[in-house]
Nanobody, 119 residues
Framework: QVQLVESGGGLVQAGGSLRLSCEAS????????MGWFRQAPGKERDLVAA????????YYRGSVKGRFTISGDNAKNTVYLQMNSLKPEDTAVYYC????????????WGQGTQVTVSS
């Protein structure tokens, strides 16, 4: 089964940018859905962005539309989340996820990477 490893988190000032990377241990099938969740302290995990690996379509949570971009590099088996105009409320642990069924039911999770946005 594919395993996911995130990187790229860190501390950034409000208005800054970060790019998260998620490298898969195996080849990501075109049938997969890839995405990013986040979880802030004391809050539920929320889906931030998702894309079908075939590139058909993508999804963004309303609060990040226009600021975050999900993309993938098939040759590198890597998914990215480019985050611009970051806000303190974007502070959370970000998890890379995959659905082997090509749905929103994500059955593969990475270990998470911390993103902290200071005001």
């Amino acid at each position: 089964q594919v395993q996911l490893v995130e990187s790229g988190g860190g501390l950034v000032q409000a208005g800054g940018s970060l790019r998260l990377s998620c490298e898969a241990s195996g080849r990501i099938s075109s049938e997969y859905t890839m995405g990013w969740f986040r979880q802030a302290p004391g809050k539920e995990r929320d889906l931030v962005a998702a894309m079908w690996w075939s590139g058909v379509s993508s999804y963004y949570r309303g609060s990040v539309k226009g600021r975050f971009t999900i993309s993938g590099d098939n040759a590198k088996n890597t998914v990215y989340l480019q985050m611009n105009s970051l806000k303190p409320e974007d502070t959370a642990v970000y998890y890379c996820v995959a659905s082997s069924r090509g749905t929103y039911e994500f059955d593969i999770w990475g270990q998470g990477t911390q993103v902290t946005v200071s005001s």
